[in-house]
T-cell receptor
Framework: SQQGEEDPQALSIQEGENATMNCSYKTSINNLQWYRQNSGRGLVHLILIRSNEREKHSGRLRVTLDTSKKSSSLLITASRAADTASYFCATVPRGTYKYIFGTGTRLKVLA | DSGVTQTPKHLITATGQRVTLRCSPRSGDLSVYWYQQSLDQGLQFLIQYYNGEERAKGNILERFSAQQFPDLHSELNLSSLELGDSALYFC???????????????FGPGTRLTVL
């Protein structure tokens, strides 16, 4: 399996509910980033969390990072139909410059 | 609008042909990245350039090559095209620090390549 795998692969929720997606990775990293992609469009950066941080907030987004478990989670609170998109985590293994994107979680928010 | 431009938006060509994809990074960004996104392989990192020099190579085939010019725009050349090369190709740029990439990437809208 590849570095950076998200689960679930797909998630369908009602507007107003919270959405949680998880990312696992394999090697030591300097930081972990989350991106959103609307269908067929370019990715948009959401939030970056450094390896020495455990939690970070940005608006309705909350990201956690557990380096001992090599995992991260992205929580979107009070979801909106406009949050419907695919969400990817991205890591740069320590000692490299190679960005590795996960397999993505497809989120569908029903109005 | 991310500030990263890619041309063309769509490209339809035949197997065996060669194409060139072009990317202009955001003003001031020294790093350019190329990615391939297909349904079965996800988003694959191909190559990164920093200020004209190749910095990292990912899953880039030997039939593919790239370069970054003095004005920092970049081109991705794909040759001897196969059906399996059909994909979305994204370019991204970022402001880089002197060490490993710590910064967010700004993605262009992509070039959709269809090989018939």
């Amino acid at each position: 399996s590849q570095q950076g795998e998200e689960d679930p692969q797909a998630l369908s929720i009602q507007e107003g509910e919270n959405a949680t997606m998880n990312c696992s990775y394999k090697t030591s990293i300097n930081n972990l980033q989350w991106y959103r992609q609307n269908s067929g469009r370019g990715l948009v950066h959401l939030i970056l969390i450094r390896s020495n941080e455990r939690e970070k907030h940005s608006g309705r987004l909350r990201v956690t990072l557990d380096t001992s478990k090599k995992s991260s989670s992205l929580l979107i609170t009070a979801s909106r139909a406009a949050d419907t998109a695919s969400y990817f985590c991205a890591t740069v293994p320590r000692g490299t410059y190679k960005y590795i994107f996960g397999t993505g979680t497809r989120l569908k928010v029903l109005a | 609008d991310s500030g990263v431009t890619q041309t063309p938006k769509h490209l339809i060509t035949a197997t065996g042909q060669r194409v060139t994809l072009r990317c202009s990074p955001r003003s001031g960004d020294l790093s350019v990245y190329w990615y391939q996104q297909s349904l079965d392989q996800g988003l694959q990192f191909l190559i990164q350039y920093y200020n004209g020099e190749e910095r990292a190579k990912g899953n880039i085939l030997e039939r593919f090559s790239a370069q970054q010019f003095p004005d920092l725009h970049s081109e991705l050349n794909l040759s001897s095209l196969e059906l399996g090369d059909s994909a979305l190709y994204f370019c991204a740029s970022s402001v880089e620090t002197a060490v490993e990439g710590y910064n967010e990437q700004f993605f262009g809208p992509g070039t959709r390549l269809t090989v018939l």
